[in-house]
Each structure stands twice: as structure tokens, then as C-alpha cells.
């Protein structure tokens, strides 16, 4: 168990809707980073949040977005979903020595 | 990711020692990791190496790095069933953004 958490664990839903996927950090780390894997892309990085501020930037469509709480936990949020956006998504989370990141159980999006 | 490359499949007998290998092609890497993904599960951080060293060795795992031919190596020795996963070898610089491999999916065998 990395202390990393996400919720929910599976999603289902259809084109066209929005969803919002949370993660909760390990204690005390105060970077967050999201990573979408599917089939055909592979592990990509979408978005990195240090301290509630946005710090890195990756493939991430526009339709996708993202933010961090004054808590340090972070929602990643998906909309005008297509099929193509099914894939697991994982959020990791690193501290004080950044080049760790731990990574969490991860959300099943299937879009139907 | 386009810039980490590894074979996709290893098989291996149990007790042999298992190679998983890996290049990248970005000459600013400064960290090489290896993290290990069991089936319906997140990901494990293994061991990662700074781009200064060679080598490096916790336990079963040995990691080598060859940084003028941008080559990665993770030698997991006495392969235990346990070991069966898929192995993903990831680059990441100053930016603390990871770029990852299609990883290699090893198996163990009796």
C-alpha cells in the first residue's frame, strides 16, 4: 500500500458526460500528479500540482482539467467524454524528495 | 512513451535470474526508475538511479546503467513466482514529469 488513495475505483459512464476522479496524497506530500494508461498511448503524463499550484503540464486534452485543495487532495476532472478516453488513471504523489513518486491504485474509466 | 523503449514479453524459470532491459533516448534524464505493475494493481516503485551513477543494488534487484549507449538494465535475481508482472522502466528529469515504457510483461515459470 503506497498511502496513495483514489476513489472511485471503477466508473462507468457514457459519451458525451463528465466525470470527476479524486485522490487523496500520501501524508505530507505536497505534489500530486495525475497519469492516464490505456491501451494504445501507454502510461502518459497528464498534470502535475505542487501545493495547489499547477506546476507541469502534459498530454492533456482540453476537455480534461484539474486542481488541488487547500487539503492537498486533487480531482481530475473529464468532460465531454468519448470513447477513446477509457483507460485507468492514476494519481501519484511525492514529498520532500520529489524524484519518489508513489503511485495510487489507480480509476477504471470505462465510457461507453 | 516514445522516448523509453523495452522488450514486451520475458520468460523466465523460477530461481534463474531475470534481465528486463530499457534505452531512452532523452540525454537530459537525470533519474531512471523501475516500477513493477501486478495485475488489477497500481504501480510499485522499485528502485530508480541517478543518471551519475552506474549501478546500484537493493537486495534481489540490481539496476545497471549505461548512460553513454542510454541503456537500463534491471537484473532481478532468484525470480520468484511473486515476481510475475509487468516492469515499466520510466526517465524523468528537472521537471519531475516521468515518461514511461510500453513495459515488459514477465513471466515466471515452474
Known amino acids: 500500500d503506497s498511502g496513495v488513495t483514489q476513489t472511485p475505483k471503477h466508473l462507468i459512464t457514457a459519451t458525451g458526460q463528465r466525470v470527476t476522479l479524486r485522490c487523496s496524497p500520501r501524508?505530507?506530500?505536497?505534489?500530486v500528479y495525475w497519469y492516464q494508461q490505456s491501451l494504445d498511448q501507454g502510461l502518459q503524463f497528464l498534470i502535475q500540482?505542487?501545493?495547489?499550484?499547477?506546476?507541469a503540464k502534459g498530454n492533456i486534452l482540453e476537455r480534461f482539467s484539474a486542481q488541488q485543495f487547500p487539503d492537498l487532495h486533487s480531482e481530475l476532472n473529464l468532460s465531454s467524454l468519448e470513447l477513446g478516453d477509457s483507460a485507468l488513471y492514476f494519481c501519484a504523489s511525492s514529498g520532500e524528495d520529489p524524484y519518489e513518486q508513489y503511485f495510487g491504485p489507480g480509476t477504471r474509466l470505462t465510457v461507453t | 512513451g516514445e522516448d523509453v523503449e523495452q522488450s514486451l514479453f520475458l520468460s523466465v524459470r523460477e530461481g534463474d535470474s531475470s534481465v528486463i532491459n530499457c534505452t531512452y533516448t532523452d540525454s537530459s534524464s537525470t533519474y531512471l526508475y523501475w516500477y513493477k505493475q501486478e495485475p488489477g494493481a497500481g504501480l510499485q516503485l522499485l528502485t530508480y538511479?541517478?543518471?551519475?551513477?552506474d549501478m546500484k543494488q537493493d537486495q534481489r534487484l540490481t539496476v545497471l546503467l549505461n548512460k553513454k549507449d542510454k541503456h537500463l538494465s534491471l537484473r532481478i535475481a532468484d525470480t520468484q513466482t511473486g515476481d510475475s508482472a509487468i516492469y515499466f522502466c520510466a526517465e524523468g528529469s528537472n521537471d519531475y514529469k516521468l515518461s514511461f515504457g510500453a513495459g515488459t510483461t514477465v513471466t515466471v515459470r515452474a
Open positions: 538511479i541517478f543518471s551519475n551513477m
Open positions: 501524508s505530507g506530500d505536497l505534489s
Open positions: 500540482y505542487y501545493n495547489g499550484e499547477e506546476r
